[in-house]
């Protein structure tokens, strides 16, 4: 059982260079989410997806762009990376048509921005 | 706007002593409330959720929490600590009178249990 699995799991990119991030989720989900994890900070939204063909904003989302590609895959691109943007990244997914489920969570995605 | 607090970066316990983990919450409506753990290097897992009914929660490993509304606190705990239970511990709300399926998280609290 796969779960939620993330490309690449470490990358370091140049300021202004830009990088698409992976998610793919073998649960049948409906929502996936991404989130970025900063030290102290706990988890914050950039982006989620409801269901297949929507996308909304969350708590950080300057910076950041996103492709809900089908029902299986949700992408994260930096158009061009800043140190700010050094972080661990992480994609969720939850079954979205029960609002209290957990959601599933990737190994991270470790960026540095130099 | 909802918010979530963890007031302890770090809790230490012996092994076999038992372990509480606080978090207060503040939502607008009800909240549904969950607890998550991390290990080294490793994405979050689940552990346990508050919906609704019962005020003691169990979940994984042993560990279980308690739900009281008059104090908006969702603390975990477990009896007896193991040293495996090691690891970073984050508290979540969903706030579902805004409709928004994604977690508000708090801090998060690293738990060490001394051999």
């Known amino acids: 059982n796969a779960g939620v699995t993330q490309t690449p799991k470490f990358q370091v990119l140049k300021t202004g260079q830009s990088m698409t991030l992976q998610c793919a989720q073998d649960?049948?989900?409906?929502?996936m989410y991404w989130y970025r994890q900063d030290p102290g900070m706990g988890l914050r939204l950039i982006y989620y997806?409801?269901?297949?063909?929507?996308?909304d904003k969350g708590e950080v989302p300057n910076g950041y762009n996103v492709s809900r590609l089908n029902k299986r895959e949700f992408s994260l691109r930096l158009e061009s990376a800043a140190p700010s943007q050094t972080s661990v990244y992480f994609c969720a997914s939850s079954d979205g048509t029960s609002s209290n489920q957990p959601q599933h969570f990737g190994d991270g995605t470790r960026l540095s921005i130099l | 706007a909802q918010s979530v607090a963890q007031p302890e970066d770090q809790v230490n316990v012996a092994e076999g002593n038992p372990l509480t983990v606080k978090c207060t919450y503040s939502?607008?409506?009800?909240?549904?409330l969950f607890w998550y753990v991390q290990y080294p290097n490793r994405g979050l897992q689940f552990l346990l959720k508050y919906i609704t009914g019962d005020n003691l929660v169990k979940g994984s490993y042993g560990f279980e929490a308690e739900f009281n509304k008059s104090q908006t606190s969702f603390h975990l705990k477990k009896p007896s600590a193991l040293v495996s239970d090691s690891a970073l511990y984050f508290c979540?709300?969903?706030?579902?009178?805004?409709?928004?399926?994604?977690?508000?998280f708090g801090s998060g609290t690293r738990l060490q249990v001394q051999p």
């Open positions: 649960m049948n989900h409906n929502s």
């Open positions: 939502v607008s409506g009800n909240p549904y």
């Open positions: 997806s409801a269901s297949e063909g929507t996308t």
């Open positions: 979540a709300v969903r706030d579902m009178s805004k409709g928004r399926r994604a977690l508000t």
